[in-house]
């Protein structure tokens, strides 16, 4: 008895032993640089990165901005040969009159639904994924869009 339990112990010590050597040295490998709200995370599997900048953000959107709507966030990330963008926009003008700006942009558009004044739209191509909503808060209406893009984005196996 006493020489298995010394063997399932001297185990359990390597166990843990290999453990945190692999720990630690996926630890050390890992650097995060943060500046200005911006971070960028790097694995030994790749890079990630964010961006809280609503300027970056709007201009990587992949579709027009609704004119003259405000840009109130806007977050980019990156990870691989992945990409996405978000937006949070305020227009003035009617929930309406937005989503038939938008709907002129993606007249293919696979998904376009109305439920009591929230419209969504959902565009898809081989490398983007657009989500459009859009609802009215109050006497604005809020805007949301975000895009994510990547190979071969709707997994249909076509090549490029």
Excluded: W
């Excluded at 650097?31 to 995370?41: A, K, L, Y």
């Excluded at 002129?104 to 959902?122: G, M």
């Amino acid at each position: 008895m006493l020489i298995v339990g010394g063997v399932v112990l001297a185990i359990g010590i390597l166990g843990i032993g290999t453990l945190t050597f692999v720990v630690r040295r996926i630890a050390h490998r890992h650097r995060v640089d943060t500046n200005d709200g911006n971070v960028r995370v790097e694995t030994p599997v790749g890079a990630v990165q964010s961006s809280n900048d609503p300027d970056e953000a709007s201009r990587n959107l992949g579709i027009d901005m609704y004119p003259g709507a405000r840009v109130l966030t806007g977050n980019t990330a990156a990870v691989g040969s992945m990409h996405t963008v978000e937006a949070e926009l305020e227009s003035d003008d009617s929930a309406e009159k937005v989503m038939a700006f938008y709907t002129s942009k993606l007249p293919n558009a696979n998904v376009t639904t109305k439920d009591r004044n929230h419209y969504t739209i959902v565009s898809t191509d081989k490398k983007n994924l657009i989500t459009i909503n859009i609802e009215p808060e109050g006497s604005k209406t809020h805007i949301t869009i975000a895009n994510v893009s990547g190979k071969n984005m709707t997994g249909d196996g076509s090549p490029d």
